[in-house]
């Protein structure tokens, strides 16, 4: 069992940045890819961003390339997400997730591990 927990958000300004944290807990020793999504009211959950575990591949969903930079500190049992420059649209539940059968590479669906979620707001 891996448990996630994500803080760092909030309330902010349009063209305003956030960071976002996840501290994992749990199987800690394990090696495994992480992510982050997001939903918004109505629509349904959508990849972010994800890190392999030694941070050489990273991808993006197009609409955050640019301005989201995901990384990690696994010393620490964190990954985070900054992000730059943020749009109304962004606006949204963001969750991080742990992909235990993914190490060198990222894909952006099949993880098994969620967090409660923390919720991000953008004002216009």
């Known amino acids: 069992q891996v448990q996630l927990v994500e803080s760092g958000g909030g309330l902010v300004q349009a063209g305003g940045s956030l960071r976002l944290s996840c501290a994992a807990s749990g199987r800690t020793t394990r090696r495994y890819a992480m992510g982050w999504f997001r939903q918004a009211p109505g629509q349904e959950r959508e990849f972010v961003a994800g890190?392999?575990?030694?941070?050489?591949?990273?991808d993006y969903t197009d609409s955050v390339k640019g301005r989201f930079t995901i990384y990690r500190d696994n010393a620490k049992n964190a990954v985070h997400l900054q992000m730059n420059s943020l749009k109304y649209e962004d606006t949204a539940v963001y969750y991080c997730?742990?992909?235990?059968?993914?190490?060198?590479?990222?894909?952006?669906?099949?993880?098994?591990?969620w967090g409660q979620g923390t919720q991000v707001t953008v004002s216009s």
């Open positions: 890190i392999s575990w030694g941070s050489g591949f990273t």
């Open positions: 997730a742990a992909d235990i059968a993914r190490l060198d590479t990222v894909r952006r669906y099949g993880y098994d591990y």
